[in-house]
């Protein structure tokens, strides 16, 4: 049995995970679970999975959960909490499906203890790639994708020769704007932005893939988890998103893991991996699918994959400036405090406006995100 810490339950990604472990409970233990203010979902998954400990980030949302459970598990509390539990708790692997840069601390601190890490939090790399792979090796901690497209080319790498392989080709939906033209993308809603044609996300995440940012993080994470560089990543819309991403060999052979979108495939495997085992998630029914597209993404219209494939590029703390500004810029907009297409030109303010740096360490990284949130807010 395998004890499970899963960082941010009551988030789709979470709820997904509970999902898989329930299907697997005779492998899996939940250890302990944790969210940021959600204590009516929390409430019910503590009934369910009887975890040791969970973690509320909201101090007075956990003090009413204390008040209204009878379950014996302890509750802590804040970002204390969250470093106490993946510092010194007795588990044996991490589930990362925390959102943002508030993934970082506490998957390093799991990272030390040379915990297998389930990795949905794609920030942890973008904002600290070097810092974190390098721990990863040091202490033996294996870093396993659980994002669609990482966990597609992780797939495609198996039993493959890295110096064999040409490029890596992340798959992009397109999201919900694939077709409007950037005239029409000045008056587009909340509403509309967040109404994804595939995948059922989070509110942060499917922002980010109506921007494209999210593919732009993605290429800086598969940067760090797979050693490519930036001319050996390349992005393509497929707005079916059945396959997932693919890997181009030296021969020109391509290789792609394909199914329909569920999130519970790239879960169980980084769960389950070397292995592979049986299940009813997903049944893929070619017949039905009839087709499947593929185009070069605009980067004028999607400025933000442009944005983060410069920051890549430029290296440094430039995609940890990138990271934040985009959180900061996707707060202000489901606020409606700026317009869609004002959420790359707050991202070009400040990653033109902030002073890189070339170091890289962890007091660097927490001082560069904390200045940019600020630095961000000057934006009008």
């Not at 509750?75 to 508030?102: Q, R």
């Amino acid at each position: 049995m395998k004890k499970i810490l899963l960082l941010g339950s009551t988030g789709s990604i979470g709820v997904s995970t509970l999902k898989v472990l329930e299907e697997f409970k005779d492998y899996f233990e939940v250890f302990a679970l944790t969210t940021n203010s959600n204590i009516e979902l929390l409430q019910e998954q503590i009934k369910i999975f009887n975890p040791r400990f969970v973690v509320v980030k909201d101090k007075v949302k956990a003090e009413q959960l204390k008040n209204s459970i009878s379950n014996s598990c302890s509750i802590l509390s804040g970002d204390e909490g969250l470093i106490e539990l993946t510092s010194s708790g007795d588990y044996d692997i991490l589930v990362s499906a925390l959102v943002g840069f508030a993934g970082l601390l506490p998957t390093i601190e799991s990272i030390k203890r040379g915990k297998r890490i389930a990795l949905a939090n794609k920030e942890t790399l973008v904002a600290a790639g070097q810092i974190v792979m390098n721990l990863a090796e040091k202490h033996n901690s294996e870093i396993i994708p659980v994002d669609s497209e990482h966990s597609a080319i992780f797939q495609c790498l198996v039993g493959e020769s890295r110096k064999r392989v040409n490029k890596l080709i992340v798959t992009a939906s397109g999201g919900p704007f694939l077709n409007k033209s950037i005239s029409e993308l000045n008056s587009v809603s909340v509403a509309e932005a967040l109404n994804h044609p595939n995948w059922d996300m989070g509110s942060k995440i499917t922002i980010d893939s109506a921007t494209m940012m999210n593919k732009g993080l993605e290429v800086i994470e598969a940067n760090w988890l797979f050693g490519f560089e930036k001319d050996k990543i390349d992005v393509v819309i497929h707005p079916q998103s059945i396959i997932h991403s693919m890997i181009e060999f030296i021969d020109g052979s391509i290789k792609a893991q394909l199914s329909i979108p569920d999130m519970k495939l790239p879960i169980q495997y980084a769960l389950s991996y070397p292995d592979r085992w049986e299940s009813n998630f997903v049944n893929t029914n070619f017949p039905s699918l009839h087709e499947l597209t593929f185009f070069e993404p605009d980067l004028v219209k999607f400025n933000c994959l442009k944005l983060a494939y410069n920051a890549m590029e430029q290296g440094g703390t430039a995609p940890c400036i990138l990271n934040a500004a985009n959180e900061i810029a996707v707060e202000k907009f489901l606020k409606e405090e700026i317009t869609f297409t004002q959420i790359p030109e707050l991202i070009d303010f400040s990653l033109n406006g902030m002073e890189d740096s070339s170091t890289i360490d962890h007091e660097t990284i927490l001082e560069y995100d904390r200045q940019t949130r600020i630095f961000s807010q000057k934006f009008t």
